[in-house]
């Protein structure tokens, strides 16, 4: 590979990490509901008194520890996951105010969603390893033998029971982006994929 071909791939892996956290924050400055696992951060955060981005990080090394004994190993991309969105996201919400009316508030979130699923099509695209919620689920995956659907639905029906019981914001929004994200990361994904077609692995999400 050459370094010019790493340093491509680098970038975009980092474009993709930074835009993930601006995406969540707008998805929240909109304030009609969000996704699962940022409604357990938010939730964390009300009850702590810790930043957004702070707890994100937090819970984010919580759930690279569960990889332990699947057996998983994280990326480079797994690693700076959990380090870059956290801080992006903060970076989101202490510069966009929250959306004032109905319009603005749905602007704000459709915007968020489709930011979101273009961030996941670049970091996993750049194929340095999953995040780690994604690594969790394929671990699972791997040692249950369940299919993939079934691990994704209960992690994260899991993640967001926990999440709106603390506090966190469970609207619209949140089926919204259930039922949508799958559809528009299907086109992302193939659109951002740095592997060759003709030798294209299995995806790492």
Not at 40 to 53: D, T
Not at 144 to 157: D, M, Q
Not at 170 to 199: E, K, M, N, S
Request: charged share 10%.
């Amino acid at each position: 590979m050459s370094s010019l071909r790493l340093v491509s791939r680098l970038l975009q892996l980092l474009l993709g990490l930074f835009l993930f956290g601006i995406a969540s924050s707008l998805m929240i400055r909109a304030a009609i509901g969000i996704a699962p696992w940022d409604v357990l951060s938010q939730g964390i955060a009300l009850r702590s008194g810790w930043g957004f981005g702070a707890i994100t990080n937090l819970v984010g090394v919580c759930v690279l520890l569960m990889w332990l004994p699947l057996r998983q190993k994280p990326g480079l991309g797994t690693v700076l996951n959990v380090l870059l969105i956290g801080p992006s996201a903060q970076l989101g919400l202490d510069l966009l105010p929250a959306a004032q009316g109905l319009w603005w508030q749905l602007l704000l979130f459709a915007a968020g969603l489709v930011l979101l699923a273009v961030a996941t099509g670049l970091y996993i695209g750049a194929r340095f390893g999953p995040g780690p919620r994604d690594g969790l689920m394929t671990g699972l995956h791997a040692r249950t033998g369940w299919p993939i659907w079934k691990v994704r639905t209960l992690i994260e029906a899991c993640a967001l029971a926990v999440g709106w019981w603390l506090g966190g914001n469970v609207g619209w929004g949140t089926l919204a982006f259930a039922l949508l994200i799958g559809p528009l990361c299907g086109v992302t994904l193939p659109l951002f994929d740095r592997q060759p077609r003709a030798t294209a692995a299995a995806p790492t999400a």
